[in-house]
């Protein structure tokens, strides 16, 4: 399978406990989103990245929230302390920019879905 | 702070009946998309807009951007069961990152 693929794709955990996702992108996209989306609404930006830079990261993603994409090939995403608000489908997305060409079509994975009891 | 509206929010329609979702957003952008979402599952790219008047069609979706408006809209012509879903408008700002609507809920009714 060539497309975005996202481990676990589901995880239930206990307030308090630490989680980490994983996103492995389409292999020559230099570009990795992450998203959250909760029941009822569209996705919301979190971070993303270029190769391994991290170019951007919302407001909504606090201090328990990290990222990192080490290698500029998968990237992970870990929550720390997780909240019962944390419960959310998180996705992952890549593409492959080059000078703000017409190729930024962003191709989604399965994504996890967690859920904090 | 780019702000994207879809209208209407859930829509019911019959089969054979044509209708248009309309996607507004409140800042410059140079790229639109379009994603279809089912249940449980992640995101379908369906299109992808980059300029005025630009217009795409796939099967009995129809997808149109009007930068001046700063509107697109998504036309379903003789719309069938398979169309149901949510639909999402996202746009794109300089950055790169895509800011959504809240998706519009298509429920074909036979």
């Known amino acids: 399978d060539t497309g975005v693929s996202q481990d676990p794709r589901h995880k239930i955990t206990k307030r308090g406990q630490n989680v980490t996702f994983r996103c492995d992108p389409i292999?020559?996209?230099?570009?990795l989103y992450w998203y959250r989306q909760t029941l009822g609404q569209g996705p919301e930006f979190l971070t993303y990245?270029?190769?391994?830079?991290?170019?951007?990261k919302s407001r909504l993603l606090s201090d328990r929230f990290s990222a990192e994409r080490p290698k500029g090939s998968f990237s992970t995403l870990e929550i720390q302390r997780t909240e019962q608000g944390d419960s959310a489908m998180y996705l992952c997305?890549?593409?492959?920019?080059?000078?703000?060409?017409?190729?930024?079509?962003?191709?989604f994975g399965p994504g996890t879905r967690l859920t904090v009891l | 702070e780019l702000k994207v509206e879809q209208n209407p929010l859930f829509l019911s329609m019959q089969e054979g009946k044509n209708y248009t979702i309309y996607c507004n957003y409140s800042?410059?952008?140079?790229?639109l998309y379009w994603y279809r979402q089912d249940p449980g599952k992640s995101l379908e790219s369906l299109f992808v807009?980059?300029?005025?008047?630009a217009v795409k069609q796939e099967g009995r979706l129809m997808a149109s951007l009007d930068t001046k408006a700063r509107l697109s809209t998504l036309h379903i012509t003789a719309a069938v069961h398979d169309l149901s879903a949510t639909y999402f408008c996202?746009?794109?700002?300089?950055?790169?990152?895509?800011?959504f609507g809240d998706g519009t809920t298509l429920t074909v009714k036979p």
């Open positions: 997305a890549s593409s492959f920019e080059f000078n703000r060409g017409p190729y930024n079509e962003q191709f």
């Open positions: 292999s020559e996209h230099n570009r």
């Open positions: 990245f270029q190769n391994e830079a991290q170019l951007e």
């Open positions: 800042t410059t952008s140079d790229r």
């Open positions: 807009l980059l300029s005025n008047g």
């Open positions: 996202a746009v794109d700002t300089n950055a790169g990152k895509s800011t």
